[in-house]
């Protein structure tokens, strides 16, 4: 017994016994009601590590009177689904049978496209859990005949719950009394980031390498500190995270706050992902800033730069003084939205052919094919003539349209001056 990680041996075996996931699992939750009901639908679950979702997905599988199969996505294969459908014919599955099927974003989907039709026909219930979104990974026929709850990562005091019951079963296992202060059970509580496993696991480490006098165990503070260095940020580059962080990176300087900004660009640099934070910010200051401040998208590449060249953790202060200015600068998607508009016409519109005027002339026959026919605005007053430029199928589409800060508006006032037109937004 004392081999076994602690996480393991203090598994929850009833809903109740579960830190954290209140909205999921509490009384008279949804996915509480339908455990108590007796019938179980195909659940998926759907979060990070260690906050549940295997506990919960056992706890229920065990709940019900049908045959219990485990697989781990990781490390199943075809064989493995094919003992789980040949138990539908023998006694034990007469009932049918619960497939607990942990880290399904492993199964390929030939894997998943076998389960479907036994999931159709409810001989196999299906509970599954993943670290990774389920609407990336899993197959669709599957999603549509499943429920999918999302679990979070457990809050601070729901975890100290967790470590103070450690500490009560390591210390029955020892004879010993556990002493921890109140200061280190925070500590340790906080830089989980919210994945009970790894608070449980520090709290292991920690016993393991405390002092013990006179049938005291006392967990110092020095020591909590090194078994949990960067444990409080969850960050993977290829998952839900890392696309979590740079939205809320991007929505925060859009949303002129830079205190907000400057702490997702912490998240990100502590991770070491310095170049998608550069990349990032670039994207920023064209999309968001824009024509308000043209001039923005210069010094976030100079930023940038001096960033890529002095390496971290130096490159921390100029791309914080990019976020700031990005932050703080005037904002305009005006051009962003043109050419997403333009972009779609192309993908989703009859476009026509390019006019005959603008078609290349510099060949001998150009004339004998209709090319011809451009006026040069430079010979004309203000450097400009009224013709047409677009195709036919779209004479008169408007994709841009001038923002409302001081900069569009002095190029708009020029538009309307060199064409005698007022120029109007659609909005308007």
């Known amino acids: ?45 759907y979060g990070p590590s260690g906050v549940g979702k295997t506990t919960v997905a056992r706890i229920i599988a065990g709940s019900v009177g049908k045959k219990l199969h485990k697989l781990n996505g990781t490390t199943a294969s075809t064989a493995d689904i094919r003992a789980v459908l040949e138990e539908l014919d023998t006694i034990d599955g007469r009932n049918g049978v619960i497939l607990y099927l942990d ?33 990336f990974y899993i197959y669709n026929a599957i999603l549509s005949r499943s429920t999918v709850f999302e679990f979070k990562p457990v809050e601070p005091e729901e975890v100290k719950k ?50 013990s006098k006179d049938g005291v165990r006392t967990i110092r503070m020095e020591d909590a500190k090194q078994v949990s260095q960067r444990s409080n940020m969850r960050y993977d580059r290829n998952g839900d995270e890392h696309y979590d962080i740079l939205s809320a990176f991007q929505k925060s300087i859009r949303g002129s706050d830079e205190n907000a900004a400057l702490h997702y660009l912490a998240r990100l640099l502590s991770a070491g992902d310095l170049l998608s934070a550069c990349r990032r910010l670039l994207v920023i200051a064209a999309e968001d800033i824009g024509l308000a401040y043209p001039q923005a998208i210069t010094i976030v590449k100079s930023c ?92 008169g589409r408007v994709y841009y349209e001038f923002g409302d800060n001081k900069n569009e508006q002095a190029a708009k006032a020029y538009r309307e001056k060199i064409t005698g037109r007022k120029m109007e937004n659609k909005s308007e």
């Not at 199964?107 to 599954?128: C, D, P, S, V, W």
């Not at 001096?306 to 200015?325: I, N």
């Not at 026959?365 to 013709?387: C, F, I, M, S």
Request: glycine content about 8%; hydrophobic content about 40%; charged content about 20%.
């Open 1 to 45: 017994m004392m081999s076994k990680p602690l996480a393991d041996r203090l598994r929850p075996q009833t809903l109740d016994e579960v830190v954290g996931q209140k909205e999921l699992i509490g009384p008279g939750s949804l996915l509480r009601k339908v455990v108590e009901s007796g019938r179980v639908p195909n659940l998926i679950f």
């Open 304 to 395: 940038v730069d001096a960033a890529l060249q002095l390496g971290l953790p130096e490159a921390q202060l100029p791309l914080a003084e990019a976020v700031v200015l990005l932050a703080t600068a005037p904002k305009s998607n005006s051009c962003a939205k043109a050419i997403w508009a333009a972009m779609d016409d192309i993908k989703n519109t009859e476009i026509g052919s390019i006019p005959m005027t603008l078609r290349d002339t510099h060949y001998s026959g150009a004339q004998k094919l209709g090319r011809g026919g451009y006026r040069y605005p430079h010979d004309y007053p203000n450097h400009y003539v009224e013709q047409q430029y677009l195709p036919d199928a779209l004479a």
């Open 103 to 135: 880290e399904i974003q492993y199964f390929n989907k030939k894997q998943q496209q076998t389960l479907l039709e036994y999931i159709e026909t409810g001989e196999i219930t299906l509970i599954a859990s993943t670290t990774e979104n389920p609407y």
């Open 162 to 211: 967790a470590i103070r019951r450690a500490l009560d079963i390591l210390g029955k296992e020892s004879g010993e009394t556990p002493q921890m202060d109140d200061e280190v059970l925070h500590y340790l509580a906080v830089t989980c980031g919210g994945d009970v496993r790894k608070a449980l696991g520090a709290t292991e480490l920690c016993w393991l390498a405390a002092t």
